[in-house]
């Protein structure tokens, strides 16, 4: 960390402004270089200052400039940033006077990887960064500021703690045997380890982990012309797939995108699903059975005007064990005793009346999509990375249970302590090269 890098750090294309950014101890000498405030006077920490970048004699842009020293900025180094106009050409212009003055290009996530490595913040708080930045939607946001501000570390700390109060139990036994019997010790260590693994294992909710970074995924299923496709551009409010009365229109996955209430909701129409020999629409309906198993919500469309039929049944079946709601169009024309048919078929299902034509029940299904998209705010864990080492280290408490079973507490000792280090993969204490490496290499440049 002894040279200074350098790196745009807004997002590529046309806009306002455009910020270039260096961090390290060459700052100061190289915001003299290529920078002139207009009242040349020298530049104050954490004063923005108006005036002009400078490639020699010549004018690059007009900018305004800051300087924050260390150790109250972002890195904990010196920091400078450059507000020129925005676009490519001015910013890249300016990050290539950086380079020509001494700085050198930032790897991906560099900033924040110093800012770790100063002890700003730690490596779960430090990824937090970049699901902020690649939040989509209220909901992803936030639960990237909950990380940000400490959640998943005070969660992993305090879990770490009880551990250490359980390895300080089996230190003293050891060392003390003929105050406290092995027998004594384990019986009492015994649940409190099988607590915390529990514990572990309850925060990882990997679908709630996938909503927050993918969104919900619902798929639109049923025979031919029951209307899929209506429903799909009745969500959406706009006319994405084409609609007609003839059985098979749909060939194709046609996806389309919404929020509701900050939550991020993919759409998915698929084929009708029906017995064919044309293979063109054999595939579609191939692809309909792929994305209703991969989905997070099936909407099974069902004509409640025509009694159930044969391939109703069939998909109704084959669907049954899937996170699955019935959505009963055609509302507007007589009903065909469908909803009594399903609700004696399968009592618990959900059914959710609509009539994509009248455009009636939009709200009641939007609500219930939404429903199955929420997740709470307060998640302790929603990466996947912490996850996996969360549920490591609760591997590693079931085993030191294990051990105990039979006496062996010393042995226990090396589970408890892989649990630890399992832990402290998610805070970033005691991490290996590689790991960062790994982490950071997931960042945009410029962060
Ligand atoms: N009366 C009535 N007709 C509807 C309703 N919803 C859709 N339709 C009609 O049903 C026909 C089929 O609609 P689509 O949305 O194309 O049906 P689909 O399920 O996507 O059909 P495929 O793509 O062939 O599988 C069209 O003529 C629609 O106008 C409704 O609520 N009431
Ligand atoms: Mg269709």
């Keep these: 960390m002894s040279d200074t890098i350098a790196a745009i750090a807004t997002a590529p294309g046309e806009g306002g402004i455009a910020i270039v950014r260096i961090s390290g101890p060459a700052c100061e000498k190289l915001l003299q270089c290529i920078f002139r405030p207009a009242s040349h006077l020298p530049l104050q920490d954490h004063l923005l200052t108006y005036g002009h970048i400078l490639d020699g004699d010549q004018v690059v842009d007009e900018c305004m400039a800051v300087i924050m020293k260390s150790p109250r900025s972002y890195t904990r180094e010196d920091v400078a940033e450059f507000q020129v106009h925005g676009g490519y050409t001015s910013a890249s212009r300016v990050l290539d006077l950086c380079l020509r003055s001494g700085a050198r290009l930032a790897e991906p996530g560099e900033f924040t990887r110093r800012a770790f490595l100063n002890g700003r913040l730690d490596l779960s708080q430090a990824e937090a960064v970049m699901a902020l930045i690649s939040a989509r939607g209220e909901q992803a946001r936030r639960a990237a500021v909950h990380q940000l501000e400490g959640g998943a570390s005070a969660f992993i700390r305090q879990v770490s703690d009880q551990l250490y109060d359980i ?113 063109v629409e054999a595939e579609g309906v191939h692809r309909a059975r792929q994305a209703a198993e991969r989905a997070d919500l099936v909407l099974l469309v069902v004509d409640s005007s025509s009694p159930l039929t044969k391939e109703d049944r069939e998909m109704l079946l084959s669907l049954k064990d899937l996170p699955l709601a019935i959505v009963l169009n055609k509302q507007d024309l007589p009903s065909g005793g469908t909803e009594e048919q399903l609700r004696s078929l399968l009592p618990d299902l959900p059914l959710i ?95």
């Design 167 to 279: 390895q300080a139990g089996i230190a003293a036994c050891l060392d003390y045997p003929e105050e406290i019997s092995e027998e004594e010790a384990a019986s009492d260590l015994g649940p409190k380890i099988h607590a915390l693994s529990e514990t572990l294992l309850s925060a990882c909710d990997e679908r709630a982990a996938r909503l927050l970074q993918q969104g919900l995924t619902v798929a639109l299923c049923g025979r031919p012309n029951v209307g899929k496709s209506s429903i799909l551009n009745l969500l959406l409010g706009e006319e994405k797939a084409i609609v007609t009365s003839i059985p098979g229109t749909t060939r194709d996955l046609v996806e389309g995108e919404l929020m509701l209430s900050g939550c991020r909701i993919r759409l998915i129409d698929t084929a009708g699903i029906r017995e064919t020999d044309d293979v």
């Design 353 to 447: 009346p609509v009539c994509a034509l009248k455009q009636d029940g939009c709200r009641t299904l939007k609500d219930y999509i939404l429903e199955k998209a929420r997740v709470s705010d307060l998640l302790s864990l929603t990466q996947p990375r912490h996850m996996d080492a969360a549920r490591r280290a609760a591997l590693a408490l079931q085993d030191a249970e294990e051990t105990l079973l039979h006496d062996a507490l010393d042995l226990c000792t090396l589970d408890l302590d892989r649990a630890q280090a399992a832990l402290s993969e998610i805070t970033g204490d005691n991490v290996e090269e590689s790991l960062l490496d790994r982490v950071f290499s997931t960042f945009c440049v410029g962060k």
